[in-house]
């Protein structure tokens, strides 16, 4: 371990280019491929807060969610090994593997072979880049829907991070995928949430207020207007995006039984007040300043679609009455990305952890009994923590926990930190 620490201190970078290689576990060759990519950035700066400190919203939003591919790539296999997904080490498989940073973190913990997909020949540049060294893991330029890959044969881990949102086909995506995953193999899929009510104020790739409740058609008319862009690159960048059970039902029609990974939560059932309320005030500011430039049918079918999506989240919340209805309710409100793990014949799948409805029951109460073993615990944290708020560590080591939060994971944290940003400007006008 010493060892280890001495090597990557003997191996550091100075500046920025360090710092991040430090941060974030990335090839100094990606980090160059990126810097020669986006030459209009201030790469002078010394460090990664700094840097990050020079960037517009949307550019410290995509260019984290980047650097941070190789501990995001980490998170997932952590999930994975965590609910006994991995059964075998040999062949892993990433569509839409964009900076490869899960290959790099599949290899590292053991795997033979790793091989990425990636639609784009400038992403799959930069993900080689990120490979570079690592034996037997490769990343493939080509179409997923439309070119044939079965002769690559069965994978004991299929992952598809942030990626079948933006296809054309979602339903031969996970149809191609299914195939590819060998029995008692593993497919998972990162996929983010339409109705998350921080999304509808704010979506996560354009951070376009109420673009997640229209079609794709108007979608692409909502983010020419919104960003004075041609709609092409909508359709470009993004197909069509689903409800949670559409996907369940996807998977299961292809033989994987699905489950869903407690991840990605922003907030509880109690804070959901203030979340509609922040979600209110970015409908207003939208009516009073964007609206009036919209095409008024556009403005009209939208309008129409966020108030009924307002509804419904109150009548939902109204509507939660017990453990299975508040699940419900934080799976389709409150996690800003679903982790869905499915597995090719779960014989060996932990009791409750299916998503069929008649096995909610059984994972609601083994759920009840957890957090029943845990009270006692976190009667004791919240006793130390009420001690420790008023002393002079706490109120130095917000950095350090978020920077904790942020390693754990990167999109997570800067998610929270954009929305506690946004509540501040709000707050002082």
């Known amino acids: 371990m010493f060892r280890y620490f001495l090597k990557r201190f003997d191996n550091r970078r100075p500046g920025l280019l360090g710092d991040i290689i430090q941060k974030f576990y990335v090839s100094e060759k990606f980090v160059l491929e990126y810097q020669r990519l986006r030459p209009e950035l201030d790469w002078s700066r010394k460090t990664w807060e700094e840097f990050l400190d020079s960037l517009s919203s949307l550019d410290r939003l995509h260019i984290s969610f980047a650097m941070s591919t190789v501990l995001r790539g980490r998170y997932s296999f952590s999930l994975l090994n965590g609910h006994s997904c991995i059964r075998a080490k040999k062949r892993y498989l990433d569509i839409g593997t964009a900076y490869a940073g899960f290959l790099r973190a599949y290899k590292e913990q053991g795997f033979e072979e790793a091989i990425g997909i990636e639609l784009q020949e400038r992403l799959a540049i930069l993900g080689r880049a990120n490979i570079d060294g690592l034996d037997n893991t490769q990343v493939i330029v080509g179409d997923f829907i439309q070119d044939d890959y079965s002769h690559l044969g069965a994978f004991d881990v299929v992952t598809c991070n942030d990626v079948i949102e933006h296809v054309d086909d979602a339903i031969i995506a996970i149809q191609k995928m299914s195939g590819m995953v060998a029995d008692g193999g593993t497919l998972c899929m990162e996929v983010p949430n339409r109705d998350h009510i921080n ?3 704010s979506d996560g790739h354009f951070q376009i207020f109420g673009i997640t409740q229209l079609d794709r058609d108007d979608a692409a008319l909502h983010y020419e207007a919104a960003l004075k862009a041609d709609r092409k690159n909508y359709f470009f960048q993004m197909g069509e995006m ?6 369940i039902e996807q998977l299961a029609r292809n033989g994987l039984n699905a489950f869903i990974a407690d ?3 922003i907030g509880g059932v109690e804070d959901v007040p203030e979340l509609i309320a922040g979600l209110q005030r970015a409908y207003a500011e939208w009516r009073q300043n964007l609206k009036p430039h919209l095409d ?12 009924s999506y307002i509804q419904r989240l109150e009548q ?4 939660i009455k017990d453990e299975l209805s508040r699940k419900r309710f934080e799976d389709k409100y409150l ?31 083994k759920l009840e009994a957890d957090i029943r073993q845990k009270d006692a615990q976190i009667a004791f944290l919240n006793e130390q923590i009420a001690q420790m708020r008023n002393s002079f560590f706490w109120k130095f080591s917000r950095p350090l926990r978020f920077l904790g939060r942020f390693a754990r994971s990167p999109r997570r944290a800067y998610y929270e930190l954009l929305g506690a940003w946004k509540t501040r400007m709000r707050r002082n006008g």
Not at 242 to 247: C, H, Q
Not at 299 to 304: D, G, I, Q, W
Not at 316 to 319: H, K, L, N, Q, V
């Open 335 to 365: 996690r800003s990305f679903w982790t869905i793990l499915a597995i090719k014949g779960g014989s060996h799948l932990k009791s409750g952890s299916g998503y069929s409805r008649q096995d909610e029951v059984i994972a609601i109460e």
């Open 316 to 319: 939902d919340f109204s509507g």
């Open 199 to 201: 999304f509808v104020a």
């Open 296 to 307: 008024p049918s556009l403005a009209a079918r939208l309008t129409e679609a966020v108030e």
């Open 263 to 265: 991840t990605h939560m």
């Open 242 to 247: 689903y409800e949670l059970d559409w996907y």
